[in-house]
């Protein structure tokens, strides 16, 4: 295999699979991604400042054997801009395709290769990475090498997803994320909606005058056309907007003053209201991008929280023609204040995806994530039946668990009992919206469980077992986020 790169051939090998499309040749080193029974590595050849700054094991004084390590990875950033993540702008399609296992990129690039949408194929919230032990790292490193693999010269993106600490903004932008969702949910109060019309006055005068002065006299019985739409504002309705969204707009700015808009580089900047208990009308919507247009914040998406219900992993929930009416609005009104409209929990959506390209016009942002750890879930259940039998039972006892950090609401009695499921139909379970959903929000818990001697319970075998069988998660991601490409008009 090596004297075959040496002669600038790409080998053929029964004992490794060869990846012919990371074949690359640059200043005297010709490297190749291979994966035999170990896992996977970078062959390199020759000599030259990239062959010696790749670590390995040297073969020959021309021969190195160099794992998929951190380091390597950051040789390859600095030598092939081409997997080095890179930010987009607001006039691009991108779709975020978390990837919880550093396994599904592959299968991702495929499907989205030569489609009028890029890659966010380093896509994890802090909540996620803190549930897997997992790192940024980890995740730029899977996304960068996968990118290598594929040889995908089209360009992706890496976005710190969900982060709403400021120390964990500086840790994300110095691994060099090109997007950042900031998630202001902790600076949007709960039940502004429900107070009276005698609280609301209280809780408004509380303020301090300057603040009260300014959104009077800015917005009370003042009436904004945007894109066709009226806007009208009412002293209640500035009262609750006010007391709602007030605190999380310093925090925006802060944000973008610090962080964003004095960046070396570009950094795609997605505001995320979405994981708030008040949906956000499209009124709301319009309140918070003019406050973020005056104060001159520039945002490439903004993720509201829309009507209905965007649970995990399964189709949306609630009215249809209400959704319409009301994304239609928000999608003018994004469009109005030049960014993108972000649909986060985008994974399975389908009912409502075909409203969402007619009125986002094909620019947009759209997360997925769950979704293909749950392809995931289906090729072990298709493959190792015993293991997904044991997943399956130690999921249904620590569910509870897992509802601390989701909101789903999966009836689990109309899950069928595993012993009345034959192994070949085990995977039907994926298509089970409550099976679906225990599955979706149990991912941290399975893949960290331990027995008594501290040996992972799972995740050991399944990523074993993934590893063998490759080609089939690829096909399966191929299929399914392609079903979300293809619906998104993408
Ligand atoms: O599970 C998470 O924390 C993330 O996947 C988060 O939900 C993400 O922002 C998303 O919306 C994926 O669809």
Redesign the pocket.
């Given at each position: 295999m090596m004297n075959d790169l040496e002669n600038g051939k790409v080998p053929t090998s029964s004992s490794a699979k060869i990846y012919e499309q990371s074949y690359t040749e640059q200043d005297g080193t010709k490297l190749l991604m291979v994966h035999d029974q170990e896992g996977k590595w970078l062959l390199a050849v020759g000599e030259g400042v990239i062959f010696n700054d790749l670590e390995g094991t040297t073969l020959t004084n021309d021969k190195k054997v160099c794992p998929l390590s951190h380091e390597n990875r950051l040789v390859l950033n600095h030598y092939f801009d081409y997997t080095v993540p890179r930010a987009f702008g607001t006039k691009t399609a991108t779709m975020?395709l978390?990837d919880r296992l550093g396994l599904a990129s592959p299968g991702h690039i495929e499907t989205v290769r030569n489609r009028a949408v890029k890659p966010i194929l380093a896509q994890q919230?802090i909540?996620?990475l803190t549930l897997l032990n997992r790192t940024m790292k980890d995740m730029l490193d899977a996304a960068s090498f996968a990118v290598f693999q594929e040889g995908y010269k089209d360009g992706f993106g890496a976005d710190g997803?969900?982060i709403k600490e400021e120390k964990d903004i500086e840790y994300a932008l110095s691994l060099g994320v090109s997007m950042l969702?900031l998630d202001c949910s902790d600076h949007i109060p709960k039940q502004i909606e429900s107070l009276s019309p005698q609280e609301l006055v209280e809780q408004f005068n509380q303020l301090d005058e300057e603040t009260k002065a300014y959104f009077k006299n800015e917005y009370v019985n003042k009436t904004f056309s945007v894109n066709g739409l009226s806007i009208q504002f009412d002293e209640t309705n500035v009262m609750k907007n006010v007391l709602q969204y007030a605190k999380s707009l310093n925090f925006m700015a802060h944000v973008f003053d610090t962080y964003i808009s004095e960046s070396p580089r570009p950094i795609d900047f997605e505001i995320s209201i979405d994981e708030t208990e008040t949906i956000t009308s499209p009124q709301a919507h319009f309140f918070v991008a003019n406050e973020l247009q005056r104060r001159g914040v520039s945002v490439t998406s903004l993720a509201p929280r829309f009507c209905g219900e965007f649970q995990?992993g399964i189709d949306y929930i609630g009215d249809i023609d209400q959704f319409e009416h009301e994304l239609r609005e928000h999608a003018l009104i994004a469009e109005f204040f030049g960014y993108k409209l972000s649909i986060?929990?985008?994974?399975d959506k389908f009912k409502v995806f075909p409203i969402i390209a007619k009125y986002t016009k094909g620019v947009l942002h759209i997360?997925?994530?769950?979704t293909n750890w749950l392809e995931a879930v289906r090729v072990i259940a298709n493959t190792n039946p015993s293991l997904y039998r044991r997943m399956h039972t130690y999921a249904l006892q620590h569910f509870e668990e897992a509802l601390a950090y989701y909101h789903v609401t999966p009836d689990l009695d109309s899950v069928i009992p595993l012993d009345q499921v034959e192994d070949e139909k085990l995977a039907d379970y994926m298509n089970d919206d409550a099976a679906r959903q225990l599955f979706h929000v149990t991912y941290g818990i399975l893949l960290t469980a331990k027995d008594e001697n501290g040996e992972f319970l799972f995740k050991d075998e399944f990523f074993a077992t993934l590893n063998q069988q490759e080609d089939v998660y690829r096909e399966a991601l191929v299929k399914h986020i392609g079903k979300h490409v293809d619906l998104l008009g993408l």
């Amino acid at each position: 295999m090596m004297n075959d790169l040496e002669n600038g051939k790409v080998p053929t090998s029964s004992s490794a699979k060869i990846y012919e499309q990371s074949y690359t040749e640059q200043d005297g080193t010709k490297l190749l991604m291979v994966h035999d029974q170990e896992g996977k590595w970078l062959l390199a050849v020759g000599e030259g400042v990239i062959f010696n700054d790749l670590e390995g094991t040297t073969l020959t004084n021309d021969k190195k054997v160099c794992p998929l390590s951190h380091e390597n990875r950051l040789v390859l950033n600095h030598y092939f801009d081409y997997t080095v993540p890179r930010a987009f702008g607001t006039k691009t399609a991108t779709m975020g395709l978390g990837d919880r296992l550093g396994l599904a990129s592959p299968g991702h690039i495929e499907t989205v290769r030569n489609r009028a949408v890029k890659p966010i194929l380093a896509q994890q919230s802090i909540r996620e990475l803190t549930l897997l032990n997992r790192t940024m790292k980890d995740m730029l490193d899977a996304a960068s090498f996968a990118v290598f693999q594929e040889g995908y010269k089209d360009g992706f993106g890496a976005d710190g997803d969900h982060i709403k600490e400021e120390k964990d903004i500086e840790y994300a932008l110095s691994l060099g994320v090109s997007m950042l969702t900031l998630d202001c949910s902790d600076h949007i109060p709960k039940q502004i909606e429900s107070l009276s019309p005698q609280e609301l006055v209280e809780q408004f005068n509380q303020l301090d005058e300057e603040t009260k002065a300014y959104f009077k006299n800015e917005y009370v019985n003042k009436t904004f056309s945007v894109n066709g739409l009226s806007i009208q504002f009412d002293e209640t309705n500035v009262m609750k907007n006010v007391l709602q969204y007030a605190k999380s707009l310093n925090f925006m700015a802060h944000v973008f003053d610090t962080y964003i808009s004095e960046s070396p580089r570009p950094i795609d900047f997605e505001i995320s209201i979405d994981e708030t208990e008040t949906i956000t009308s499209p009124q709301a919507h319009f309140f918070v991008a003019n406050e973020l247009q005056r104060r001159g914040v520039s945002v490439t998406s903004l993720a509201p929280r829309f009507c209905g219900e965007f649970q995990k992993g399964i189709d949306y929930i609630g009215d249809i023609d209400q959704f319409e009416h009301e994304l239609r609005e928000h999608a003018l009104i994004a469009e109005f204040f030049g960014y993108k409209l972000s649909i986060h929990s985008g994974s399975d959506k389908f009912k409502v995806f075909p409203i969402i390209a007619k009125y986002t016009k094909g620019v947009l942002h759209i997360k997925t994530a769950g979704t293909n750890w749950l392809e995931a879930v289906r090729v072990i259940a298709n493959t190792n039946p015993s293991l997904y039998r044991r997943m399956h039972t130690y999921a249904l006892q620590h569910f509870e668990e897992a509802l601390a950090y989701y909101h789903v609401t999966p009836d689990l009695d109309s899950v069928i009992p595993l012993d009345q499921v034959e192994d070949e139909k085990l995977a039907d379970y994926m298509n089970d919206d409550a099976a679906r959903q225990l599955f979706h929000v149990t991912y941290g818990i399975l893949l960290t469980a331990k027995d008594e001697n501290g040996e992972f319970l799972f995740k050991d075998e399944f990523f074993a077992t993934l590893n063998q069988q490759e080609d089939v998660y690829r096909e399966a991601l191929v299929k399914h986020i392609g079903k979300h490409v293809d619906l998104l008009g993408l």
